[in-house]
């Protein structure tokens, strides 16, 4: 069955340093990926979108990867800040044509300590 | 400015109740989304609409029924309410279909007594 999945466990990392997410998936092709940021009692925010022919994506202190061979996308916060504490949600396109759609990961809770 | 905007933010009834939930967005998109976000913080769409029409039904209980009656807004009537569908629901949008990056709301928080 097709399967996406994000380090469960909450990461703490001290500021200054990068922070590093996983995002797994199996028995998926997908065309793109999307990383978006939760706040809690807030809905997602777009934060960054990857081709599946984009090795690599780069918005500030934000970097994605894309392997479609692992069938892993890398999300790094460079010069991490305790307000990139977040959860931070994986989302791959699925399906075709008018029925595509996002098919999202749990999420990875981000804890950055001053 | 509020890109999407939905209300209520919470909504507490009892089982067996009908209730409403409306969504409109700003940013002149054509294309809106229902989600349910569960209490394991899953995210599911239930609903898309483009342009008013019905593209995504994801095998969603015939107790909800969305409308859309024009391009910025998005309503979500739920029938019958039962304990399980405590959930915080989403509005998104988006400009093109699914694979487009999508702006959300704030949810609305939905408690079955």
């Known amino acids: 069955s097709q399967k996406i999945e994000q380090n469960s466990e909450a990461l703490n990392i001290q500021e200054g340093k990068t922070a590093t997410l996983t995002c797994n998936y199996t028995?998926?092709?997908?065309?793109?990926l999307q990383w978006y940021r939760q706040d809690p009692g807030r809905g997602p925010v777009f934060l960054l979108l990857?081709?599946?022919n984009e090795k690599e994506k780069r918005k500030e202190r934000l970097k994605v990867t894309f392997d479609t061979t692992l069938k892993q996308s890398l999300f790094h916060i460079t010069a991490s800040q305790p307000a990139d504490s977040a959860t931070y949600l994986c989302?791959?396109?699925?399906?075709?044509?008018?029925?595509?759609?996002?098919?999202w990961g749990l999420g990875t809770s981000l804890a950055v300590n001053p | 400015d509020t890109a999407v905007s939905q209300t209520p933010k919470y909504l507490v009834t009892q089982m067996g109740n009908d209730k409403s939930i409306k969504c409109e967005q700003n940013?002149?998109?054509?294309?809106m989304y229902w989600y349910k976000q569960d209490s394991k913080k899953f995210l599911k769409i239930m609903f898309s609409?483009?342009?008013?029409?019905?593209?995504i039904n994801e095998t969603v209980p015939n107790r909800f029924s969305p409308k859309s009656p024009d391009k910025a807004h998005l309503n979500l009537h739920i029938n019958s309410l039962e304990l399980g569908d405590s959930a915080v629901y989403f509005c998104?949008?988006?400009?093109?279909?699914?694979?487009?990056?999508?702006?959300f709301g704030d949810g609305t928080r939905l408690s079955i007594l």
């Open positions: 998104a949008s988006s400009q093109g279909g699914g694979s487009q990056p999508q702006h």
């Open positions: 940013l002149g998109h054509d294309t």
């Open positions: 609409y483009n342009n008013k029409e019905l593209i």
């Open positions: 028995n998926y092709s997908p065309a793109y």
């Open positions: 990857i081709r599946e």
């Open positions: 989302a791959l396109v699925g399906g075709a044509g008018n029925n595509r759609k996002l098919i």
